[in-house]
T-cell receptor
Framework: DAGVIQSPRHEVTEMGQEVTLRCKPI?????LFWYRQTMMRGLELLIY????????DSGMPEDRFSAKMPNASFSTLKIQPSEPRDSAVYFC??????????????FGSGTQLSVL | GNSVTQMEGPVTLSEEAFLTINCTYT??????LFWYVQYPGEGLQLLLK?????DKGSNKGFEATYRKETTSFHLEKGSVQVSDSAVYFC???????????FGSGTKLNVKP
């Protein structure tokens, strides 16, 4: 199994530009999570999906952030317009069931986003 | 609410030293507890887990015991290696909220 695949690995963009991060979860997993990691705030859950449906987006910082999961094998996290304070590592993770079943998370390698 | 607190790093040890990374939690339900490890440039990987009180999780020489009375899940290893240098995250999963809650991470540096 290839694991959770994220792209791009690195993204450098200018303030005001649209940024799209992509994630392919492990085949057969039905829960998908987007996390943001910064030195100041650590690892923050932004949003998670179960069976392609957004369950909890309370961690999405503001309307500039949006996430979609059009099918079981693909999700995107979009920032429009981007700002320097969005600079962080963004991780996608998937699990076989919901975390209510104490399933472990499998993380991708992350996307390092730098907004200049 | 649910939260995880772990000791601040970095922790610097010599090879073969004993390791303890403290983790305490607050939870409204009956959580499972986890330790994840993040190597440089990579995502987090599950290191070990415990699903109920008094359970001990273990993997690669690391151990942690779920202590409900002290709401703790401290990570220990008897003899660390340089290859253990990484960031370690304590986490809990609350079935009532279908979420993982992560601590802030503790960076471990092991010197030869």
């Amino acid at each position: 199994d290839a694991g959770v695949i994220q792209s791009p690995r690195h993204e450098v963009t200018e303030m005001g530009q649209e940024v799209t991060l992509r994630c392919k979860p492990i085949s057969g997993h039905n829960s998908l999570f987007w996390y943001r990691q910064t030195m100041m705030r650590g690892l923050e859950l932004l949003i998670y999906f179960n069976n392609n449906v957004p369950i909890d987006d309370s961690g999405m910082p503001e309307d500039r952030f949006s996430a979609k999961m059009p099918n079981a094998s693909f999700s995107t996290l979009k920032i429009q317009p981007s700002e320097p304070r969005d600079s962080a590592v963004y991780f996608c993770a998937s699990s076989l069931g919901s975390t209510g079943q104490n399933e472990k998370l499998f993380f991708g390698s992350g996307t390092q986003l730098s907004v200049l | 609410g649910n939260s995880v607190t772990q000791m601040e790093g970095p922790v610097t040890l010599s090879e073969e030293a004993f390791l303890t990374i403290n983790c305490t939690y607050t939870a409204t339900g009956y959580p499972s507890l986890f330790w994840y490890v993040q190597y440089p440039g990579e995502g987090l990987q599950l290191l070990l887990k415990a699903t109920k009180a008094d359970d001990k999780g273990s993997n690669k020489g690391f151990e942690a015991t779920y202590r409900k009375e002290t709401t703790s899940f401290h990570l220990e290893k008897g003899s660390v290696q340089v290859s253990d240098s990484a960031v370690y995250f304590c986490a809990l999963s609350d079935p009532n909220f279908n979420k993982f809650y992560f601590g802030s991470g503790t960076k471990l540096n092991v010197k030869p």
